[in-house]
């Protein structure tokens, strides 16, 4: 068997507030990304998923392990090879309004990780950014438009491109559908599969939606508290899930039929007066413990945005919307 693309081994990364006790997101994780799969991290708000992802990017102040992207030790890389490896590494974030800079036009956006790096000319990055909007389904008119002209769902599509432009070898999307609604969330997996079917790409997919994973992935890792709990080939983890955590985000996961759905809401608060939830027998109410998140079960707390300029191999500068 050839080697992973990631390796991650007994990853630990903790943050720390002043003189609190430092808060362990990550706790001895261990994990390997093939090339060519999508592996779908799943887990609800505060488990430590989008924690794993930073850790790969650079983002996570990691106390101890070892990541390995195609065999070289990345997790404390320098700030030069960090920017060398966006080439290889790019990221989807969540909220499509927060990580495309509103000042900057579409074909700059998508222009400047190749101009970057010096991978074209001028006009060539024009060329190829307007190739990657048909790609993703936009006319090549916007171009030359700004990001307030566009939908949350167009604007994810421009962030996907802008991650895929450089041709890299893994794109980690970081709860890349959550926060658009469910017909959009169809499109942009849609969108996803039919790119990685184009371009052998791999994902790291990153979502609290076990209904997402198992459409789009070809194994789950399930996290909790940090740990991965749980971890096989997506029809196995999310149809005969063995813990009793996994149950839950399985039971957790919309039904897209409104009637069952309802249904389903009624028989959970009926059966919540008799029993504990099944995740509290595993374990705990919740890595957060977050009110919201028991009633709602599992959904990921919004507000988690990054500056496209980091995914584009930009150092340093923060855009805002």
């Known amino acids: 068997?050839?080697?992973?693309?990631v390796q991650i081994r007994n990853l630990v990364v903790e943050y720390r507030n002043g003189r609190r006790a430092a808060v362990r997101a990550s706790d001895d994780v261990s994990l390997?990304?093939?090339?060519?799969?999508?592996?779908?991290?799943?887990?609800?708000?505060?488990?430590?998923?989008?924690?794993?992802?930073?850790?790969?990017?650079?983002f996570a102040p990691a106390v101890s392990g070892s990541i390995r992207f195609?065999?070289?030790?990345?997790?404390?890389?320098?700030?030069?090879?960090?920017?060398?490896?966006?080439?290889?590494?790019?990221?989807?974030?969540q909220n499509p309004y927060g990580s495309l800079n509103p000042m900057k036009s579409i074909g700059d956006t998508l222009t400047e990780p190749l101009l970057c790096h010096r991978l074209a000319s001028r006009a060539e990055a024009l060329e190829?950014?307007?190739?990657?909007?048909?790609?993703?389904?936009?006319?090549?008119?916007?171009?030359?438009?700004y990001p307030g002209d566009f939908s949350g769902g167009q604007r994810q599509r421009v962030a996907i491109a802008r991650a895929l432009i450089m041709e890299p070898d893994l794109v980690i999307c970081d709860e890349a559908v959550s926060a658009l609604d469910l017909s959009i969330q169809a499109q942009i997996l849609g969108l996803l599969t039919d790119l990685k079917q184009r371009l052998g790409v791999t994902y790291l997919f990153i979502?609290?939606?076990?209904?997402?994973?198992?459409?789009?992935a070809d194994r789950i890792a399930v996290l909790h508290r940090g740990r991965i709990v749980e971890e096989g080939p997506a029809e196995v983890v999310s149809t005969r899930p063995s813990v009793a955590y996994t149950q839950a985000l399985v039971a957790a996961a919309p039904l897209p039929d409104p009637v069952l759905q309802r249904e389903?809401?009624?028989?959970?608060?009926?059966?919540?007066?008799?029993?504990?939830?099944?995740?509290?027998?595993?374990?705990?109410?919740?890595?957060?413990?977050?009110?919201?998140?028991?009633?709602g079960g599992l959904a990921r707390a919004t507000g988690r945005e990054r500056a496209g300029g980091a995914a584009s191999g930009v150092v340093g500068e923060q855009e805002r919307e």
């Open 1 to 5: 068997m050839s080697e992973p693309l």
């Open 32 to 58: 390997d990304i093939r090339e060519g799969e999508t592996l779908g991290l799943v887990g609800e708000s505060g488990s430590g998923k989008s924690t794993l992802g930073d850790a790969i990017l650079g």
């Open 70 to 93: 195609r065999g070289e030790e990345i997790l404390h890389a320098t700030p030069a090879r960090r920017r060398q490896l966006t080439r290889s590494i790019q990221v989807v974030f």
């Open 128 to 145: 190829k950014a307007g190739n990657w909007l048909d790609l993703v389904g936009l006319d090549i008119s916007a171009l030359t438009r």
């Open 207 to 216: 979502t609290h939606d076990m209904a997402v994973v198992a459409y789009l």
């Open 264 to 295: 389903r809401r009624g028989r959970r608060q009926a059966a919540s007066a008799e029993s504990e939830p099944a995740w509290r027998e595993y374990g705990g109410d919740g890595a957060s413990g977050d009110g919201a998140e028991r009633r």
